[in-house]
């Protein structure tokens, strides 16, 4: 990357309304504009980078499109994708991708957690529309940066939190507006991960084998600091890994918050408290890994729109207390969901409970548009429709700062006052670390 300075943003550059989504007509060309813009009608130009997993499925989500390029650090990992799609040039290093082929329209960016902010930014700045799989960032400064260079650059961009663009993220904001639960006081939100997916609570390994002949490790370590190569970072569970991913927390958090912070507004915490398995552990493995299991609570204040409340993040098993309001048998938690208390009432997932009450209230007034679908909304934006769903600007960077504000929090096992505008921690000054780790010399944003 070339850029030398580490600028902020203020948080006010993303925290307008979010744009809806409409359908968009075709028209000719000339009607959007200049030339280098795609008329409604005509394909774009798609790229991925990081498509041996995740991005493999991303890449088939837009295979409407011209697929042109795919690049990726593995590309044993990557041959399933390479193969799908024999018309692609292939790479290995994205900046040579983005350098050399100008016929590129659109990005589509599934690497691991710790390459989010400096593949999206290149792109980016290259005058590509960017993709970016969830959660948006490695640390809450990526996210302002992200936000602030996809302002300037006037692309789309979408987040890949595919759930924001489902019926039931507007029926959760149907059934609040039409006050369901009445005055909202709290948001419980949980994910019970299995350890086989994402192993956690771990010190670093002792050995070094040697790195595979089809993956490019140094390429693939990015910013992050120089470690020797292990399987156990990639190509799958590098998520656990601190330097790397983010945790439960961040792997799920983007889905299970999306509806209810865009519901609600909720903006930026003014507390983050949490609470671990790791919290007695040995150094060695906390400041490795993500916890087996944690507890994370935000204090968001009150708007001109609604009073205080909280949110608590459970994972690793951990679930908040069952509500009476639940019917005596029927099961609570498993997996991953929401859960809204309010003074009037109780909504797990999109329901009230108990289900005679859901019942009572029925159907809520439609109020809010349809999604045509999480990655058609970035491809309509990206020929000038509506800003998508989970846009960098108004949606996905402030919802990312709000996991990693909570990955901070566990890491640094300290409750911290959040002073938003301007990015630290005043009552722990120590933990700004965590905002913005350093990166390996030769990256920058």
Known sequence: ??????????????????????????????????????????????????????????????????????????????????????NAKVYTDYREMLDKQKDIDAVVIATPDHLHAVTSIAALQAGKHVYCEKPLAHSVFECRRMAEVAKASGKATQMGNQGQASEGARVVSEMLSAGAVGTVREIH?????PHYIAPRGMARPADTPPIPDTLNWDLWLGPAQHRPYHPTYCPWRWRSWWDFGTGVLGDIGCHELSA????????????????SSSDQADDSIRRETAPIASVVRYTFPATDERPGLTVTWWDGGMMPPRPRELEPGR???????????GDKGVMLGHRLIPEAKMKEFGVPPRTLPRSPGHHKEWLDACKGGPAAGSNFVDHAAPLAEVVMLGVAALRSRKMLEWDPENMRFPNAPEADIYLNPPYRKGWVL
């Open 260 to 275: 209810l912070y865009k519901a609600l507004k909720l903006g930026s915490p003014t507390m983050i408290e949490a609470r």
């Open 189 to 193: 939100a949980w994910s019970n991960r």
């Open 1 to 86: 990357m070339n850029h030398e300075s580490k600028s902020t943003v203020s948080r006010r550059s993303f925290l307008a309304t979010t744009a809806t989504v409409a359908a968009v007509s075709v028209v000719p060309r000339h009607v959007l504009g200049g030339p280098g813009e795609t008329a409604p009608n005509e394909k774009l130009n798609i790229a991925g980078i990081g498509v041996g997993g995740q991005g493999c499925h991303d890449i088939r989500c837009v295979r409407s499109e011209n697929i042109v390029a795919l690049c990726d650090v593995d590309h044993r990992h990557a041959a399933h994708t390479f193969k799908e799609h024999p």
């Open 331 to 341: 099961p609570f938690g498993g997996g991953d969901g929401t859960m809204v208390v």
